[in-house]
């Protein structure tokens, strides 16, 4: 049974040693208008980077990456923009548990009227997206919404605030989402989005309404718990297999017996 036991124990540190880092993007590159703020949440501990004005989305990243990992829980550092549904000008932090395990919610707001947009992304998934609903409009713009996900198809989503209300507009998004197969709850503030057998692997909002200044978007667990990793699809497999294989050897030594 000794090489069993190997066989399981391997299985589970695959699984968990594929956990890949949430990264988080702190905007966009253009100068801050200051007074106003950046931040990332992880694992609902917030970091909050107020920004000078004419300060860079750059120089925003830096502080806000040496910030989280002067935190003795994380670790972070700036790093490269994930792939798809981002545009190549974002800045993106890389967050990482102390311990190099992965983080089980990341969230990135802003509310500085030059920046456009907030998105995060932990590839291998997480099945639950939080949106801050626009709290004002101006009228003289759009609000977008892009999903990158882990089965797909993915979505790309431009809504319209000429002419629209607030109520208008939600009333909207949610009818568009779940018109895509999505599931949409409307709290006070946020819109929580699901779809069912699949994982969001980044959200992006964006807006150019002169009103809409504050953007949030978090991707968050619903079951596994901060500080604990999460099996991911590929590691999920090869601990199903272990176990399989352990349950086969058992019922032939049963058998034998």
Request: aromatic share 4%.
């Amino acid at each position: 049974m000794r090489h069993v036991r190997l066989f399981v124990i391997l299985a589970v540190l695959i699984s968990i040693s594929i956990l890949p880092a949430g990264k988080g993007g702190s905007g966009r590159q253009s100068q801050a208008a200051g007074g106003s703020f950046v931040q990332i949440v992880v694992d609902g501990q917030p970091f909050t980077h107020v920004l000078t004005p004419g300060e860079l989305a750059e120089e925003a990243g830096a502080a806000l990456a040496l910030l989280i990992d002067s935190h003795p829980a994380y670790q972070a550092s700036v790093t490269t923009v994930p792939p798809r549904i981002f545009e190549n000008d974002d800045v993106f932090i890389e967050v990482l548990t102390q311990s190099g395990g992965e983080i089980v919610s990341l969230a990135a707001c802003e509310n500085d009227g030059t920046y456009e947009n907030s998105g995060v992304s932990i590839a291998g998934g997480r099945p639950r997206v939080e949106i801050l609903k626009p709290t004002v409009l101006a009228g003289d713009g759009s609000f977008n919404i892009r999903f990158d996900m882990l089965i797909g198809p993915n979505v790309d989503e431009t809504f319209s605030t000429t002419g629209a209300t607030l109520s208008l507009l939600i009333e909207e998004i949610i009818s568009t989402l779940e018109g895509l197969g999505f599931q949409v709850i409307e709290t006070g503030t946020h819109l929580i989005v699901t779809k069912s057998g699949d994982s969001f692997n980044s959200v992006r909002v964006s807006s150019t309404d002169e009103q809409i200044t504050e953007t949030c978007v978090e991707i968050t667990s619903t079951t596994a718990s901060p500080g604990i990793p999460a099996l991911q699809p590929g590691g999920l497999i090869v601990l199903i297999a272990g176990l399989l294989l352990t349950g086969i050897l058992i019922l032939r030594r049963k058998a034998r017996a």
